[in-house]
């Protein structure tokens, strides 16, 4: 598979007691997310793909971390442009109120939809473990986003 150029750097680590790191990089700043197996959000991961791939947006890709969330927004701005923002809640200690944040705000829906799709595809392909996770991600029904690869650019 080829590199992909996006706006966003991903990457995803090799699942460990349930718990799956990913860090993206967006404009110098590293933003981690942590997914966990109890809130799977990997299912809902293709139906965002397959969405965006197809432009039927609006499209949202939800992560819950414990206590707070992340989530992946495709959609359309007021001026017709598509947009992919990521949009959660962060707090520094658990005393703290609750803040959302949007963390990234891009037209790069297509590349940043690519790069999630190329490192979590690269991961899974090289490092992934199920033990980690709980089950086998790699079961997941993959073939229905490939598909789509050739026609995104």
């Given at each position: ?32 997310i942590h997914s ?97 996770w709980g089950r086998d ?17």
């Amino acid at each position: 598979m080829r590199e992909i150029e996006a706006s966003v750097k991903v990457k995803f680590f090799p699942p460990e007691h349930g718990w799956m790191r990913i860090v993206l990089t967006y404009a110098g700043r590293d933003i981690p997310i942590h997914s966990s197996n109890v809130f799977d959000p990997y299912p809902a991961l293709l139906d965002w793909l397959e969405k965006v791939f197809n432009h039927e947006l609006p499209a949202r890709w939800h992560i819950t971390e414990e206590e707070t969330y992340i989530d992946f927004i495709a959609d359309i701005d007021e001026s017709g442009t598509e947009r992919l923002r990521l949009v959660g809640e962060q707090r520094e200690d658990v005393y703290e109120d609750r803040t959302v944040y949007t963390f990234v705000d891009s037209p790069d829906v297509i590349g940043i939809a690519k790069e999630i799709y190329r490192s979590f595809k690269e991961m899974l392909d090289h490092e992934f473990e199920p033990k980690g996770w709980g089950r086998d991600l790699r079961a997941l029904d993959w073939e229905r986003i490939d598909k789509y690869l050739p026609f995104v650019g």
